[in-house]
């Protein structure tokens, strides 16, 4: 069976002066994904039951406290929650499940810890029903780009960045999927039918010379039929930037994550009156985060993670970034 096509609906988690967060709903496949879990209060439960893969910059508190939320709400539930982050996530794992006392705890869920150190992945598996005492370590690599894990058409990368510690960048997209032709489609005469859907099916499958489709009154050729009246489309494309030091080394490395993505959602906690505080902190300022914005050649660009020290007064950051 051919998977379908997945869209990507993203939205910051708190305001964009609050917490690190991002939600990005997988339409089509029934689940999310959460990049950072600070203070995640604002997620239902009904939205975090269904959030497979948790993606973690960094566990520093702004970033991290919200997983105690995740772990109480899913427990007894027969699942299993990847999450991913930087050298050190497996021993914050640990210290979560070993701060609590599991001595009635008797099923799932089961999280799985993917620690990334250069190329290298640690996955360590912490099930519920043994109290979340730990498997052994396994070892696998990333993929190209930085590829961490690809869930039928969706994929993620990451990329490392500076925070005074390593901090990961991450990018969130699908795969090219068939569209219709309408104009090809008219040419040839053809009217809407079931025969659409098969062709697409056909098409993200691979046709071969033994397939065929009937459309219209003619018996076609799949492969044929394909070239005539199917377009591929680019998927979607997320990219997700926050705490990190700006520099060169910085806006090259955000302009390959991020190249072409739909939406760029970046920290900028300062503005550049601040730079030098910025710098000190390891954070951007509005400023920067547009000119990695337009280093990548994003479609749109939206701030969060804005410092508190401005009273909720973020125009002046907008429109800096602008």
């Known amino acids: 069976m051919v998977a379908r096509r997945v869209r990507l609906i ?22 999310f994904y959460l990049f950072d879990c600070g203070n995640i209060e604002r997620i239902s439960k009904h939205d975090l039951l269904r959030t497979s893969h948790l993606f973690v910059t960094h566990t520093h508190i702004d970033h991290w406290i919200g997983f105690d939320r995740l772990l109480r709400l899913s427990l007894g539930e027969p699942r299993e929650i990847n999450v991913f982050g930087p050298p050190g996530l497996l021993d914050n794992l ?30 360590r598996r912490f099930p519920g029903a043994r109290q979340f005492r730990p498997d052994p370590i396994e070892e696998s690599t990333t993929g190209p780009e930085g590829l961490l894990c690809r869930d039928g058409t969706v994929r993620v990368r990451h990329a490392a960045l500076e925070h005074g510690t390593v901090t990961f960048g991450y990018c969130v997209d699908t795969d090219s999927f068939p569209a219709l032709d309408e104009a ?24 071969g010379p033994e397939d065929r489709v009937q459309a219209g009154d003619r018996d076609w050729p799949a492969t044929e039929l394909i070239e005539k009246v199917i377009r591929y489309k680019t998927g979607d494309r997320i990219a997700y930037v926050t705490d990190t030091l700006f520099n060169d080394r910085t806006r090259a490395t955000v302009a390959t994550l991020a190249h072409r993505a739909g939406t760029l959602f970046c920290e900028a906690n300062f503005r550049e009156e601040h730079a030098d505080r910025a710098r000190l902190t ?14 990548a050649e994003v479609e749109r660009l939206v701030l969060f ?5 401005y009273m909720g007064d973020l125009a002046p950051s907008l429109d800096e970034a602008r």
């Not at 993203?10 to 689940?31: C, F, S």
């Not at 390891?282 to 280093?295: D, G, I, Y």
Request: proline share 5%; net charge positive; aromatic share 6%.
């Open 282 to 295: 390891c954070h951007l300022t509005a400023r920067q985060a547009a000119e990695l914005a337009r280093a």
């Open 184 to 207: 090809g489609m008219k040419q040839l005469g053809l009217r809407p039918g079931p025969w659409i859907a098969r062709l697409k099916d056909l098409a993200e499958a691979g046709a």
């Open 94 to 123: 640990a210290g979560k499940f070993a701060g609590y006392l599991w001595n009635l705890q008797e099923a799932g869920p089961d999280f799985v810890g993917h620690e990334i150190d250069g190329q290298v992945i640690r996955s």
């Open 10 to 31: 993203p939205r910051l988690v708190n305001r964009k002066d609050a917490d690190p967060g991002l939600l990005v709903e997988l339409d089509g496949a029934g689940r």
């Open 305 to 309: 993670h804005i410092s508190r020290k």
